[in-house]
């Protein structure tokens, strides 16, 4: 059973930054591309950022280009999302995905990803 465990939100004044961790088990982290999403209520769900298996490609949403890096570290099944300058436009519920490389290169289209977090709450004031 796969699980993703994100943790690293809170409370920051704009210009900030936070470190977003997603840890996963119950799968072959290496096998698998790794995504973060934002959404807040009444809203749909955002893409932010994704890495390839591997860290074979990086790919970003125009609001987190330049901001915001994504790494991962496959020894320890943990995918991060390093957000710098932090705007109030940024607060929302931040989701980690992953999905398995041998299906179609899911970009950062949510309807893609078949596994999810169960959340870290961003919340940036000014």
């Known amino acids: 059973q796969v699980q993703l465990v994100e943790s690293g939100g809170g409370s920051v004044q704009a210009g900030g930054s936070l470190r977003l961790s997603c840890e996963a088990s119950g799968l072959r982290f290496r096998d698998y591309h790794m995504a973060w999403f934002r959404q807040v209520p009444d809203k749909e769900r955002e893409g932010v950022a994704i890495?390839?298996?591997?860290?074979?490609?990086?790919e970003y949403s125009d609001s987190a280009k330049g901001r915001f890096t994504i790494y991962r570290d496959d020894a320890k099944n943990t995918v991060y999302l390093q957000m710098n300058s932090l705007k109030d436009d940024d607060t929302a519920m931040y989701y980690c995905?992953?999905?398995?490389?041998?299906?179609?290169?899911?970009?950062?289209?949510?309807?893609?990803?078949?596994?999810w977090g169960q959340g870290t709450q961003v919340t940036v004031s000014s």
């Open positions: 890495i390839k298996y591997g860290s074979r490609d990086i």
């Open positions: 995905a992953a999905e398995v490389r041998f299906s179609r290169w899911p970009g950062l289209d949510p309807r893609r990803f078949s596994n």
